[in-house]
């Protein structure tokens, strides 16, 4: 699904609802025909239960008045059989109903689960800065189990309710039209009372998906980040955060749940009100001989039965407006801006282009936030196989410059030209597939060391994958790790160091073989003599090349062709080491900064 309307009520919830349904309308149609069977199998008992009923009656009262053949109890027995033969037919079709229902609610699920993640690597980035990763996986998880558990039996009790609501008036119109009335008469009370109730309980179950999105949101923070929060005694800290959500969440379920709950009991006021007039006028009818007393009882089962299909439909609405609330948190989601391509793209992959790298910023100016712009005014001409590094303060903007290389983010204004073509002509999967990437977080994920550096290409050959390691001085320590390329990385790759994960990272890269390279503080993680050892191995991938160094360590860019100081977002000085270091300038107070004493930084 491409487009989704924004859902800001009951009615476009459940219209986005629909939409999901309207695959499955054959399937659909056999519930419905499945719940009028079942529903008229059960509807017909009580009528035929008055023969019985009558037949007892008659026959009893021959019997007083000494007549033979008084109680045909063989018409019973009949009746009797008859009687189970259509519950045990109705069972039946509510099983069939149910497992079909079940079926539909599961593929809905799983569609509306593959639509998520689909949405999700369609997503700008910029939409993951501003959301916790919690209310985004609170979307895929519970939001969608609640659909799925509310199409599977509301759905269901619905159609059933209805069937029975009306195949149950239909039989009590053949009984009498005036005790209809009464119990017709019962109707639009109860029904004033569902919406009533429905309208103030709505905002209460859509506030307590959100709040759940936000508990959520917080407990995989505290719970990615523990070891940080413990290392700051930030346990009661979170505690206190933790139950500010927690009593949100629950305040907005008790007052839900609450008028929820007033639903039933007074259904059930309104049903026993309706039950006990038509107890009165019935028997009054009887002793007049208007309707038999086989009749009556009939009639009275069939108001049971009128009244509780209503009752249910009042507990089922609650289950809807859950089911709504959780429906507007996706489909909300769905219907969030994507990542644009532009039609006609030129594909670096074929021989229209053949990427050499030669790269050029023109007045580049781009914020993460409007009217707080990061880059201010960028120019730069990269040649192809040139090793440009990137130095300055911290939020100088280094980092955000090759983000926008790689298209994670669009630019506010001005161009960026690889090979003199706008950046935005190529595909960003393109893009990406010839760009190298080494970030300053390094990312696994839960596999084998294997398959973790085999990330970087898919199709390499376990030997490739060893290759890459070896120039990335990684082999040496996972052949020392148990189970050595086989070792299984948890999910948090908690079981080995931080400078480990980043020579995996480093070695992915190698694999990638990339036509230009970026390197974001790769080797801010690991220990001098194994930087030595990573930089000459660096050095050699980079041959060639072109290649973009982000570095605190300016020790390590000696040899680059040209390095870039920014600060503030634009580019302060350029120029080769030795160059900057005789202008006595911003870069060379940066390189002598890293070998003062801290007393002389501070005076």
């Not at 072109?546 to 870039?564: E, G, K, P, Q, V």
Request: aromatic share 8%.
């Amino acid at each position: 699904m491409s487009k989704f309307e924004k859902p800001k009520d009951f009615k476009g919830g459940l219209k986005n609802i629909l939409s999901y349904l309207s695959p499955f309308r054959l399937r659909l149609v056999v519930v419905a025909i499945l719940a009028v069977g079942a529903t008229l199998f059960n509807i017909v008992g009580p009528k035929i239960m008055a023969m019985a009923t009558d037949e007892l009656v008659m026959g009893t009262a021959r019997m007083m008045r000494g007549e033979s053949g008084a109680i045909n109890f063989n018409y019973i027995g009949v009746i009797v059989v008859s009687l189970v033969g259509l519950f045990l037919l109705g069972g039946l079709f509510s099983y069939m109903q149910g497992h079909v229902m079940a079926d539909v609610a599961t593929k809905i699920s799983y569609n509306l689960r593959n639509a998520v993640m689909s949405k999700i690597n369609r997503m700008p980035l910029g939409y993951f800065h501003r959301n916790s990763q919690g209310d985004v996986l609170s979307r895929i998880t519970n939001d969608v189990d609640m659909v799925e558990q509310s199409l599977s039996q509301s759905v269901t009790q619905m159609l059933t309710s209805l069937a029975m609501v009306i195949g149950v008036m239909v039989m009590m119109l053949t009984i009498s039209w005036q005790l209809t009335l009464i119990a017709i008469v019962m109707v639009p009370v109860s029904l004033i009372l569902i919406i009533a109730m429905v309208r103030v309980s709505q905002k209460y179950y859509r506030n307590q998906q959100r709040y759940l999105g936000s508990v959520n949101g917080h407990v995989e923070e505290m719970y990615g980040g523990h070891v940080v929060m413990k290392a700051f005694n930030g346990e009661k800290r979170a505690l206190e955060q933790f139950e500010a959500e927690n009593i949100k969440l629950a305040e907005s379920a008790r007052k839900a749940e609450f008028f929820s709950g007033l639903m039933m009991p007074i259904m059930m006021i309104v049903g026993n009100l309706g039950y006990v007039a038509i107890c009165i006028v019935g028997a009054a009818m009887a002793s007049n001989g208007r309707v038999s007393i086989g009749d009556i009882q009939a009639f009275i089962q069939y108001v049971r039965n009128f009244s509780q299909p209503i009752m249910q439909i009042a507990n089922i609405s609650s289950q809807l407006q859950r089911m709504v609330a959780a429906s507007e948190r996706v489909f909300e989601f769905l219907n969030e801006e994507e990542e644009v391509e532009r039609e006609g793209e030129m594909e670096l992959t074929t021989d229209q282009v053949e990427l050499q790298g030669h790269i050029r910023f023109e007045h580049v100016k781009f914020g993460y936030e409007k009217g707080k712009p990061i880059i201010r005014d960028f120019t730069l001409d990269v040649k192809s196989g040139q090793r440009v590094a990137i130095v300055g303060p911290t939020g100088a903007g280094k980092t955000t410059i090759v983000k926008l290389l790689m298209r994670f983010h669009e630019l506010d204004s001005g161009k960026i030209l690889i090979d003199g073509h706008d950046i935005t002509a190529f595909k960003r999967q393109d893009i990406r597939s010839r760009f190298g990437i080494v970030l300053q977080d390094s990312w696994l994920y839960n596999g084998s060391i294997m398959e973790n550096i085999r990330y970087g290409h898919l199709i390499a050959t376990d030997q490739e994958v060893i290759d890459a390691a070896k120039e990335a001085q990684v082999d040496h320590f996972v052949r020392t790790l148990p189970e050595g390329y086989q070792m299984e990385l948890n999910e948090e790759s908690s079981n080995i160091s931080q400078g480990q994960k980043q020579l995996l990272t480093i070695a992915r890269a190698i694999l990638a073989d990339p036509r230009v390279l970026i390197l974001d503080e790769a080797t801010s993680s690991v220990d001098t003599r194994t930087e030595i050892l990573i930089q000459k191995a660096m050095d050699k991938l980079m041959e060639g090349r072109t290649s973009f160094i982000i570095a605190h360590r300016l020790s390590t860019i000696r040899n680059a062709d040209l390095i870039l100081c920014m600060n503030e977002g634009d580019i302060v000085e350029q120029g080769t080491h030795e160059e900057l270091m005789l202008k006595g300038g911003f870069y060379a107070n940066l390189y002598n900064s890293q070998f003062e004493h801290p007393e002389d930084v501070a005076s």
